[in-house]
């Protein structure tokens, strides 16, 4: 039974799978940040936004 229980560990040994997990997030995460940067710092998406924004505070103020 010992036998069985040691090569069990050797074959799920996944030592860095976590850290490696985390790096691919970050850089996944950066990449969206920086897409999401670009894209909500473009000038038609500010247009946008800000006829949004306007609108809304249009109709609050009346």
């Given amino acids: 039974m010992s036998k069985i229980i040691s090569r069990l560990g050797h074959v799920r040994s996944e030592r ?4 490696a997990e985390y790096a691919v997030g ?21 247009n946008l936004l800000n006829n949004v924004i306007e609108r809304a505070f249009g109709v609050i103020g009346g």
Avoid: H, N, R
């Fill in 16 to 19: 860095g799978m976590t850290t």
């Fill in 26 to 46: 970050t850089v996944a995460a950066c990449g969206f940040g920086g897409i999401l940067y670009k894209l909500l710092t473009s000038e038609p998406i500010q």
